[in-house]
T-cell receptor, first 111, second 112 residues
Framework: GENVEQHPSTLSVQEGDSAVIKCTYS??????FPWYKQELGKGPQLIID?????GEKKDQRIAVTLNKTAKHFSLHITETQPEDSAVYFC??????????FGAGTRLFVKA | DGGITQSPKYLFRKEGQNVTLSCEQN?????MYWYRQDPGQGLRLIYY???????QKGDIAEGYSVSREKKESFPLTVTSAQKNPTAFYLC???????????FGSGTRLTVV
């Protein structure tokens, strides 16, 4: 079955710097890759997603890139702010209502 | 506002007890899901339902049961057969397959 690996597990950056979180997946049939942000004590919130027919997608300070050949995708956050501090999860959907999540990255943005 | 409501926020279970976690959505989504979250392990799928009166086991269904009698509701019962139930439980919904999820705010279950 599908396996999603996420790195790093913890990331600390200075306010205003960029943050990059990387994920790899194993199933070449995966076709949908969402990213979620989870704040303490809350449920995850979808922040951006990308489908397999697209290589890059941007939404203000957030961008996601997908390399289907290498089976990896990345989340890029520019001009980080303290409110970006949270746990971020990548995920991969292989169809059949199965979405596999990475283990999460805890991002700290230092003011 | 549309969304998913989970209740209660905190739940305490005694050994040998069954408990039921509530999940209600008003997004008119067909699909609903239950995930378990443990520290450092991401989210693991317990059960999912594509449509009313139908549901499938996820990766860790043992010790859990669900029902989907209404489109809006997808309650999860944690039975006494679940030996390690202490966790954060998240309910989610989506319009269909390969769409982003809307999550509830979660229920933290603790065995006492």
């Amino acid at each position: 079955g599908e396996n999603v690996e996420q790195h790093p597990s913890t990331l600390s950056v200075q306010e205003g710097d960029s943050a990059v979180i990387k994920c790899t997946y194993s199933d070449s049939a995966s076709n949908y890759f969402p990213w979620y942000k989870q704040e303490l004590g809350k449920g995850p919130q979808l922040i951006i997603d990308i489908r397999s027919n697209v290589g890059e997608k941007k939404d203000q300070r957030i961008a996601v890139t997908l390399n289907k050949t290498a089976k990896h995708f990345s989340l890029h956050i520019t001009e980080t702010q303290p409110e970006d501090s949270a746990v971020y999860f990548c995920a991969a959907n292989t169809g059949g209502f199965k979405t596999i999540f990475g283990a999460g990255t805890r991002l700290f943005v230092k003011a | 506002d549309g969304g998913i409501t989970q209740s209660p926020k905190y739940l305490f279970r005694k050994e040998g007890q069954n408990v039921t976690l509530s999940c209600e959505q008003n997004l008119n989504h067909d699909a609903m899901y239950w995930y378990r979250q443990d520290p450092g392990q991401g989210l693991r799928l317990i059960y999912y339902s594509q449509i009313v009166n139908d549901f499938q086991k996820g990766d860790i269904a043992e010790g859990y049961s669900v029902s989907r009698e209404k489109k809006e509701s997808f309650p999860l019962t944690v039975t006494s057969a679940q030996k390690n139930p202490t966790a954060f439980y998240l309910c989610a919904s989506s319009p269909g397959d390969a769409y982003g999820y809307t999550f509830g705010s979660g229920t933290r279950l603790t065995v006492v």
